[in-house]
């Protein structure tokens, strides 16, 4: 892709981080960007939940992997991304398992030699979670480029921000509504009957009195 075509990609994904949208929507968009601009039949976003990863967004893979749990001890690869704070590239031939062994949209479900590659998330310096890419084709990643790449993934970081803003947003708003005499300011206690009595019998002498010379 060309630095003009890359960049004219890109306003969508700008302007969205500005519009309310649902999380799931925002994120579905962001990975259907990513499967316009990088050469990749599947691809997904994961957050870090634990000792686990959980799959928020994902395309080119079955239903099914929305309801999977990815324990990091269990898949080398994932472990292997979140550790470096750099994109890591795969071999083709790599022996680690690949976390989506099954669940590929392909005649067999199976990753077979193919291209693998992923991103660590950082939000505030501190991970969040990551984004994977798989190609069908061994040698399709060879045609990215690292800075194309690294642009996107602080988008997606962005975008990961934007999403959790606009849930405060959304929370402050149902708050509001479920309980609006919380959000006023009262004009403070009501007086007790006893004391509004000693209040008007305090006024009434008040009145009655000398008004000294």
């Known amino acids: 892709m060309t630095t003009s075509s890359f960049s004219e990609s890109l306003i969508g994904i700008v302007a969205d981080l500005s519009r309310d949208l649902p999380v799931s929507q925002r994120y579905r968009r962001l990975l259907e960007a990513m499967l316009r601009l990088f050469p990749c039949d599947a691809a997904a976003l994961l957050q870090l939940e634990g000792e686990q990863l959980k799959p928020l967004a994902i395309e080119g893979l079955s239903d099914d992997t929305m309801g999977r749990r990815f324990r990091i001890d269990e898949h080398p690869r994932l472990a292997k991304l979140l550790r470096s704070r750099e994109p890591v590239r795969f071999a ?5 398992p690949d976390p989506y062994d099954g669940l590929v949209e392909t005649l067999d479900h199976q990753l077979h030699v193919h291209d ?28 990215i480029d690292p800075v194309e790449l690294r642009t996107f993934i602080g988008l997606t970081e962005a975008t990961v921000k934007a999403a959790a803003r606009m849930a405060l947003l959304e929370a402050g708003r149902s708050a509001s509504t479920r309980w609006p005499g919380r959000c006023r300011k009262r004009a403070g206690p009501p007086r007790s009957s006893a004391a509004a009595r000693r209040f008007a019998g305090c006024r009434r002498r008040s009145r009655s009195s000398p008004v000294p010379a």
């Open 92 to 96: 083709a031939d790599s022996p680690l």
């Open 116 to 143: 693998c590659m992923g991103a660590s998330l950082y939000i505030d310096e501190r991970p969040w979670g990551v984004l994977t890419l798989d190609a069908l084709q061994p040698e399709t990643f060879d045609r």
